[in-house]
């Protein structure tokens, strides 16, 4: 059964910037891409490290980790460079009412 969470309001984020969130039992980065938001996995598969520490690439929508160097596709949680080999979670986000909520499993 999955639930809906709001993380925050649309204006708390700008584009290029990434926050971390602890819900549900879930360690979550919400970024934000120009007018776009994703929510992936916040511990680097590579090692324990945040994700949302990391610095954004607007235009290519990845991440990369700040510890290591790895980029992660902000769509599809995939590596986009080495050395984690190990996608991390993708979380569906709505945005509706100035709210931008995850859907976790």
């Known amino acids: 059964m999955s639930e809906t969470v709001i993380l925050c309001r649309t204006d708390e984020l700008s584009s290029g910037q990434a926050k971390r969130f ?10 934000r891409t ?22 954004v690439w607007v235009d290519e ?11 992660f596709d902000l769509r599809t949680g995939t590596p986009c460079s080495l050395p984690a080999t190990h996608a991390v979670a ?3 986000v709505k945005v509706a009412d100035g709210n931008v909520s995850v859907v976790l499993p």
């Open 90 to 92: 993708v979380y569906e």
């Open 61 to 71: 929508r990845e991440i990369e980790c700040p510890r290591h160097g790895s980029t």
């Open 34 to 55: 120009d007018d776009e938001f994703h929510a992936i996995g916040d511990r680097c598969s590579h090692e324990n490290y945040s994700l949302a520490e990391g610095e």
């Open 22 to 31: 602890d819900v549900g039992g879930h360690r979550i980065a919400l970024v």
